[in-house]
């Protein structure tokens, strides 16, 4: 029992030396913890310099001829469907296919010789007319005088003059039989009634063809000019007449408009052509109307029925243009570009962009006159931040986009503009695994 009751009194020093020790351990730790915050907040102070600074581009309206551009198919500007206008036998072809021909020029002659003796029949009938009218004229001159001395029956004039006028109309028949008959056989040369390039025949010699078949021949197509249909949506003519009627947009000549054409493969064509004409009525199961423009067409290069794009001027407005450096996309895919506000705040704007003039876009809605639009070092900034601001001009901006910087990309660019955390692909690869790594530690 003495031994029981007397452990515990020789333990209790021992624990109070144990909890001096663990407070003096508590005390340590908190005070390098407290350190070390210190220390960091220093050196954060200390690391901490001036604000970034952008580049700046104040806005003003500017007289912008506005393009809209279409899609459409190119059209011969003349065909001929060549059909024989007498039958026969096809004698010989006077053509080489593909090949260019003038209007007049022969391509078919059928077989003349049933034509030449049809011709030779309608001339020996108007002879023999001729000669039926020669006898009833002098018949008819013989027996005026004698009728008025009653020597010869008034019936035997009356019928001799008849006769004459019968030979008269025998005569005036057989002259459109000789006339039918030379223009039958000229029909079996066959020419070209325009100017253009020759197709491929679809006869041969020794066939057989007959007057107005329904099979043609060959075609004559004219490349040069060359008409572009393209259609045009109906709502967007009343959009531009409302806009000139407006003010809002002026015509961009007074002359006829000129129209610029896109071939299939992107390229532009060299020569401009000429807005011709343009529906009255719109296209019922589109909604569409037509508008035909001319173009110049001597080297051959357009061809019917292929698909092109055709670029005309709408009008002339004053609109704002910003640079394409300063626009991006938000995580909804809008138009956004950063705005430095009166107090010198940053301000991220939703745009309504338009059609692209040259390097900038044409806003709609979002921005206006005066604004200082952020052109570079917009990935720098924040909304809300307050950075120095360096204003330039368009061809300051214009030359900066021309020299390469240090790392071999464009000033103008800023670096990995439109992309996730500001940098290239690469850079974004190797700081994700680094910026997970950092969470994991933290």
Sequence with gaps: MTSFTNEPRRSRPASRRDALLGGL????????????????????????????????????????????????RTAAFEVAEIRPQVGGVIRERKFREGQQVKAGDPLFQIDPAPY??????????????????????????????LVQQNAVSR?????????????????ASSQASVQTARINLGYTNITSPIEGRTGRAAVTVGALVTADQTTALMTVTRLDPIYVDVTQPASTLLRLRRDMESG?????????????????DGTEYARPGQLQVSEVTVEPTTGAVTLRAVFPNPDGVLMPGMFVRARLAEGVSDALLVPQQAVTRNYRGQAVAKVVQADGTVQERVLDAGQAVGTRWVVNAGLQQGDKVIVQGAQNVQPGAKPQIEEITLEELDRRSRQPAPGGQPQGQPQGQGQEG????????????QGQQASRQG
Excluded: F, H, I, W
Excluded at 63 to 71: G, H, Q, R, Y
Excluded at 118 to 139: F, M, Y
Excluded at 157 to 166: C, I
Excluded at 252 to 261: G, I, Y
């Design 25 to 72: 351990a508590l005390v340590a730790a908190l005070t390098v913890a407290g350190c070390d915050d210190k220390a960091e907040a220093e050196g954060k102070g200390a690391n901490a310099g001036p604000p970034p600074t952008v580049s700046v581009v104040s806005l003003r309206p500017e007289a912008v001829t506005l393009n809209t551009t279409l899609p459409g």
């Design 422 to 433: 500001g940098g290239p692909p690469e850079a974004q690869r190797e700081q994700r695994p």
């Design 116 to 145: 030449r003796a049809a011709l030779a029949s309608a001339e020996a009938a108007l002879d023999k007319a001729q000669a039926t009218l020669g006898q009833a004229r002098v018949t008819v001159t013989r027996y005026r005088p």
């Design 155 to 171: 019936l035997d004039y009356d019928n001799a003059v008849a006769t004459q006028k019968q030979a008269e109309a025998d005569v």
């Design 248 to 264: 809002s947009l002026r015509r961009a000549s007074d002359t006829a408009a000129e129209v610029r054409l896109l071939m299939e």
